[in-house]
């Protein structure tokens, strides 16, 4: 399927759409921090970053894409969790494409000791944590995680792991049962402290790219489906309900993940598709300035190598050139005098003076459920600086 730019639309949502005031008792919550959080916002970086993303997240649908796959530089938002006893910090990203909790641990080899997101990194040191135990590859969650006992398994063999991204890069080690410590709603806008009993990786060895990145973090928290990830175990202890929700903040990035039901305000939800090796939605019809666009009735089935992915690691949205063309044929049909300019070799630009809320149209995403996304022009234009001389004036303009 060829993939085109959609422009900024932000779609970071799971479970339905979620923007909430208070929560139920059994919510947890976790402070997230975007990595572009106060730097000027320029496309190209965000272009660069969902090449890579792309590259590792959608290799199980076989949708070809460049870049590198490095995963450091596939993830967007990180938060801090609490592990052991006593508990220590550590940043991990937060990705709803993997299901593996994974820090790295003492004694691990090639792990990153520093990051210039401005976080200090730690080793996971399971000696001195006194809750912590190696899991068994004859433990249950082993078994349940492999679906089968490992050959050769013996009570007192670990059950390791390995994962294996995009570019190569491999980060290895054993899986240990102990205390995650979380934030947890209690009311009138405060937290308190929840802790449970989780089983995560414990990161020994890394290779390729993993411990070289700038953006290195401690590890990663994968929020997928299976029922390996933190948020499944904490459902099947009875600690949280399986929902969570996302509440972000697009103009200076970070905000909150939160697990457990929404109570207030209501909500309107979209239910996820069965089944799927992603979180996917259906999507049912684009419409623009009030005129639903005529598409082919199959684009947005759901199946195999289909339907509509939902991705809290990737900035743009991106959707198949037949919804791409059109849905720009009549954005840009409200402005049919505007001179379009090719801007760093990809995108397509264009000077505008006025109010962009004024002069085009709003894109509305109309999802299963009659749930309705509006986007506004001045969330899908983005505005950006580029200096052309000509007769010795200078231009900027508004990229697409």
């Not at 991106?318 to 954005?331: D, G, H, L, Q, R």
Request: aromatic share 12%; proline share 4%; glycine share 10%.
């Amino acid at each position: 399927m060829d993939l085109k730019r959609l422009l900024p639309v932000l779609l970071f949502l799971q479970f339905g759409f979620f923007f909430f005031v208070s929560f139920s008792s059994a919510n947890l919550v976790f402070q997230v921090h975007h990595k572009f959080a106060g730097r000027e916002r320029q496309l190209s970086a965000y272009k660069a970053h969902d090449v890579n993303r792309h590259r590792r997240f959608l290799s199980a649908v076989e949708i070809p894409l460049g870049g590198n796959g490095v995963p450091v530089e596939a993830g967007l938002y990180y938060t801090k969790i609490g592990l052991g006893t006593p508990p220590n910090d550590y940043y991990v990203q937060v990705d709803t494409g993997s299901d593996t909790l994974w820090v790295n641990c003492q004694g691990c080899t090639k792990c990153p000791t520093k990051s210039d997101l401005g976080v200090k990194l730690s080793l996971f040191e399971p000696d001195k944590s006194s809750t912590a135990t190696r899991v068994s590859c004859a433990d249950d969650f082993c078994i349940s995680t492999f679906s089968r006992m490992i050959d050769g398994c013996k009570k007192e063999f670990p059950c390791q792991y390995s994962i294996t991204y995009g570019d190569g890069s491999v980060t290895s080690g054993f899986y240990i049962r102990d205390n995650v410590q979380l934030d947890q709603v209690t009311g009138n806008l405060q937290t308190g402290t929840l802790n449970g009993s989780i089983v995560f990786g414990c990161g020994s060895e890394q290779s390729g790219q993993l411990g070289t990145s700038s953006e290195a973090l401690d590890g990663i928290i994968g929020f997928g489906q299976a029922n390996s990830s933190m948020f499944s175990q904490l459902a099947d202890a009875g600690k949280v309900k399986r929902v969570f929700s996302h509440c972000l903040d697009s103009v200076k990035g970070g905000g909150i993940f939160a697990i457990g039901q929404v109570v207030s305000p209501k909500v309107a939800t979209t239910p996820l598709i069965p089944n799927q090796p992603h979180y996917n939605v259906g999507l049912k019809d684009v419409e623009v300035g009030n005129e639903i666009l005529d598409l082919p009735s199959d684009i947005f089935d759901t199946g195999d190598r289909k339907g509509t992915i939902i991705d809290s690691g990737t900035t743009l949205a991106y959707v198949p050139s037949a919804v791409f063309e059109p849905m720009m044929a009549k954005i840009m049909a409200r402005q049919p005098g505007l001179k379009t300019h090719i801007v760093e070799e990809q995108f397509t630009c264009f000077q505008y003076n006025g109010n962009v809320d004024d002069g085009f149209p709003v894109v509305k995403f109309h999802f299963e459920d009659n749930l309705n996304l509006a986007v506004h022009p001045h969330d899908y234009l983005f505005s950006i600086r580029v200096k052309f001389l000509s007769s010795g004036k200078s231009s900027f303009f508004s990229d697409e």
